[in-house]
Nanobody, 123 residues
Framework: VQLQASGGGLVQPGGSLRLSCAASGIRLDRYAIGWFRQAPGKGREGVYC????????YYADSVKGRFTISRDNAKNTVYLQMNSLKLEDAAVYYC?????????????????WGQGTLVTVSS
Protein backbone atom coordinates (compact mmCIF):
# COMPACT_ATOMS: atom_id res chain seq x y z
CA VAL A 1 0.00 0.00 0.00
CA GLN A 2 1.35 3.37 -0.90
CA LEU A 3 0.02 6.82 -1.24
CA GLN A 4 1.16 9.33 -3.81
CA ALA A 5 0.90 13.05 -3.32
CA SER A 6 0.93 15.29 -6.38
CA GLY A 7 -0.02 18.77 -7.50
CA GLY A 8 2.82 20.75 -6.04
CA GLY A 9 4.57 23.52 -7.88
CA LEU A 10 5.72 27.09 -7.81
CA VAL A 11 3.21 29.69 -6.72
CA GLN A 12 3.40 33.32 -5.70
CA PRO A 13 2.39 34.43 -2.21
CA GLY A 14 -1.36 34.72 -2.08
CA GLY A 15 -1.82 32.07 -4.73
CA SER A 16 -3.51 28.70 -4.58
CA LEU A 17 -2.69 25.09 -5.23
CA ARG A 18 -4.65 21.89 -4.95
CA LEU A 19 -2.73 18.83 -3.89
CA SER A 20 -3.98 15.33 -4.59
CA CYS A 21 -3.43 12.16 -2.63
CA ALA A 22 -4.07 8.97 -4.57
CA ALA A 23 -3.78 5.43 -3.31
CA SER A 24 -3.12 2.05 -4.77
CA GLY A 25 -4.25 -1.10 -3.04
CA ILE A 26 -6.67 0.46 -0.60
CA ARG A 27 -9.83 2.50 -0.58
CA LEU A 28 -9.08 5.84 0.96
CA ASP A 29 -12.66 6.30 2.12
CA ARG A 30 -12.02 3.56 4.67
CA TYR A 31 -9.09 5.33 6.26
CA ALA A 32 -8.43 8.40 8.32
CA ILE A 33 -6.06 10.60 6.34
CA GLY A 34 -3.33 12.99 7.30
CA TRP A 35 -1.49 15.66 5.36
CA PHE A 36 1.95 16.61 6.57
CA ARG A 37 4.69 18.88 5.39
CA GLN A 38 8.40 19.14 5.87
CA ALA A 39 10.39 22.24 5.16
CA PRO A 40 14.18 22.11 4.72
CA GLY A 41 15.91 21.63 8.05
CA LYS A 42 12.67 21.11 9.93
CA GLY A 43 10.72 18.15 11.19
CA ARG A 44 7.59 16.81 9.61
CA GLU A 45 4.53 18.64 10.89
CA GLY A 46 0.86 17.86 10.66
CA VAL A 47 -1.22 20.14 8.48
CA TYR A 48 -4.49 18.24 8.55
CA CYS A 49 -5.39 15.01 10.28
CA UNK A 50 -8.45 12.89 10.74
CA UNK A 51 -8.74 11.16 14.06
CA UNK A 52 -10.02 7.72 14.93
CA UNK A 53 -13.17 9.27 16.37
CA UNK A 54 -15.84 9.90 13.76
CA UNK A 55 -15.83 13.46 12.57
CA UNK A 56 -12.75 14.43 14.52
CA UNK A 57 -10.49 16.56 12.36
CA TYR A 58 -7.52 18.78 13.00
CA TYR A 59 -6.10 21.67 11.04
CA ALA A 60 -2.85 23.23 12.13
CA ASP A 61 -3.43 26.76 13.42
CA SER A 62 -1.13 28.09 10.72
CA VAL A 63 -3.43 26.85 7.94
CA LYS A 64 -6.90 27.22 9.44
CA GLY A 65 -9.18 29.16 7.16
CA ARG A 66 -6.81 28.75 4.23
CA PHE A 67 -6.53 24.99 3.66
CA THR A 68 -9.47 22.69 3.06
CA ILE A 69 -9.81 18.96 2.64
CA SER A 70 -12.13 17.24 0.21
CA ARG A 71 -12.57 13.70 -1.00
CA ASP A 72 -13.58 12.16 -4.30
CA ASN A 73 -14.33 8.57 -3.43
CA ALA A 74 -15.04 7.64 -7.04
CA LYS A 75 -11.47 8.61 -7.87
CA ASN A 76 -10.09 7.24 -4.61
CA THR A 77 -8.44 10.58 -4.04
CA VAL A 78 -8.19 13.11 -1.24
CA TYR A 79 -7.47 16.74 -2.01
CA LEU A 80 -5.85 19.51 -0.04
CA GLN A 81 -6.95 22.89 -1.35
CA MET A 82 -4.45 25.52 -0.30
CA ASN A 83 -5.41 29.16 -0.65
CA SER A 84 -3.71 32.41 0.31
CA LEU A 85 -0.36 30.66 0.33
CA LYS A 86 2.42 32.19 2.36
CA LEU A 87 6.18 31.92 2.10
CA GLU A 88 6.17 29.73 5.20
CA ASP A 89 3.91 27.18 3.50
CA ALA A 90 6.78 26.13 1.25
CA ALA A 91 7.64 22.50 1.97
CA VAL A 92 7.37 18.96 0.69
CA TYR A 93 3.84 17.79 1.36
CA TYR A 94 2.96 14.20 2.15
CA CYS A 95 -0.23 12.30 2.70
CA UNK A 96 -0.57 9.21 4.84
CA UNK A 97 -3.13 6.93 6.42
CA UNK A 98 -3.67 6.66 10.15
CA UNK A 99 -2.09 3.48 11.44
CA UNK A 100 -2.70 3.92 15.16
CA UNK A 101 -5.86 4.77 17.02
CA UNK A 102 -6.06 8.27 18.38
CA UNK A 103 -6.79 11.83 17.51
CA UNK A 104 -3.34 13.36 17.53
CA UNK A 105 -1.85 14.73 14.38
CA UNK A 106 1.52 13.10 14.86
CA UNK A 107 3.54 11.60 12.01
CA UNK A 108 4.26 8.59 14.23
CA UNK A 109 0.57 7.66 14.16
CA UNK A 110 0.49 7.54 10.37
CA UNK A 111 1.99 5.32 7.72
CA UNK A 112 1.90 4.25 4.09
CA TRP A 113 3.98 7.29 3.28
CA GLY A 114 4.67 7.84 -0.35
CA GLN A 115 6.72 10.36 -2.17
CA GLY A 116 5.75 13.87 -1.35
CA THR A 117 5.11 16.78 -3.61
CA LEU A 118 7.11 20.00 -3.47
CA VAL A 119 5.34 23.29 -2.90
CA THR A 120 7.44 26.38 -3.53
CA VAL A 121 6.09 29.78 -2.59
CA SER A 122 8.10 32.60 -4.00
CA SER A 123 7.64 35.99 -5.57
Amino acid sequence: VQLQASGGGLVQPGGSLRLSCAASGIRLDRYAIGWFRQAPGKGREGVYCEGSSDGNTYYADSVKGRFTISRDNAKNTVYLQMNSLKLEDAAVYYCATRHYMGDYCSPSDFGSWGQGTLVTVSS
